[in-house]
């Protein structure tokens, strides 16, 4: 199977064109909200004659909304959730203060509080810059309950024969299973597992790559609706007619939420497509 992609992969487009496109156009809509929509005209914005430029723009735009939406609303999932190949398997995920507190160092003191205090201050950063998410993942996860609605574990039996599976392959990385290992929970091993089924299992290529890119969109897609929330937000406090419309807060926050849940769905199954490759793969003797 060749490899080789087009300079313009299925991933540029979803995951940074389209969402500078909309980021863009959103933007512009809501600057307009709500006394000057009626001088919004599509005609206008396609009648540039050198189109090239917005679109690169755009572009250049998605790539830095991609990026930021790493930073942010990927590194939440992972502090609060763990990544999939974490859940997947049923490990206990380190709690989302624990794991700052975890840290600490008694022969390093005063370098470890300034670590704890650098990460608590990033955490409370993260989490107020991307609060449509985290308001919601409150609710969900602690009021309600609802955390295995989207960061479940594999079933007892599928996950018997993974792990078996997964043994075999880690010990002949490795040279010992992984039950054997210590600092398990530190070791990359779904990073073994992708370029395992990278390299052995190339009919499963087309689909990882798909959710590769679905995940990738989606997740640039949510923030370019927290952008919107905080915008919008803004706007109507400037305007002092956050009465008259806090529903469409409401409506862009569970939107957002929404598609974080999203993200999440298409992580899940882009880890499970790798690690299911792989254990289908025949080894040479």
């Known amino acids: 199977m060749n490899l080789t992609q087009n300079p313009f992969s299925v991933y540029d487009f979803l995951g940074y064109l389209i969402p500078g496109i909309f980021f863009t156009l959103g933007i512009y809509i809501i600057g307009l909200f709500p006394f000057e929509f009626q001088a919004l005209s599509f005609d206008s914005i396609s009648s540039y004659q050198n189109s090239i430029i917005i679109f690169i723009t755009c572009y250049l735009i998605g790539h830095i909304i991609s990026f930021i939406s790493s930073k942010t609303i990927e590194k939440y999932s992972v502090w609060t959730l763990g990544f999939p190949s974490t859940y997947l398997f049923g490990k206990q995920k380190i709690g989302f203060l624990s794991s700052i507190t975890s840290k600490y160092d008694k022969e390093h003191k005063l370098g470890s509080v300034a670590r704890i205090i650098a990460r608590l201050i ?32 594999l079933d007892a039996d599928l996950l018997n024969i993974v792990e078996s599976r997964m043994n075999s392959l880690i010990q002949y990385k490795y040279g010992q299973p992984i039950s054997d290992q210590e600092n398990n929970d530190k070791r990359d091993y779904f990073r073994i597992i992708y370029h395992h089924s990278i390299t052995n299992a190339t009919n499963h290529i087309p689909k990882i790559q798909n959710y590769v890119a679905l995940y990738g969109f989606i997740r640039t897609t949510s923030f370019v609706f927290v952008c919107f929330f905080w915008t919008f937000f803004i706007k109507i406090v400037y305007l002092n007619t956050i009465k008259n419309y806090w529903w469409i807060l409401f409506i862009i926050s569970a939107t957002t939420f929404i598609l974080y849940l999203d993200f999440n769905k298409f992580y899940r199954k882009f880890s499970i497509e790798a690690i299911m490759a792989a254990i289908t793969i025949k080894e040479k003797t």
């Open 122 to 153: 990033m955490k409370f950063l993260i989490s107020m810059i991307i609060f449509p998410i985290t308001f919601w993942d409150i609710i969900i996860r602690h009021i309600l309950r609802l955390h295995d609605q989207y960061a479940r574990p």
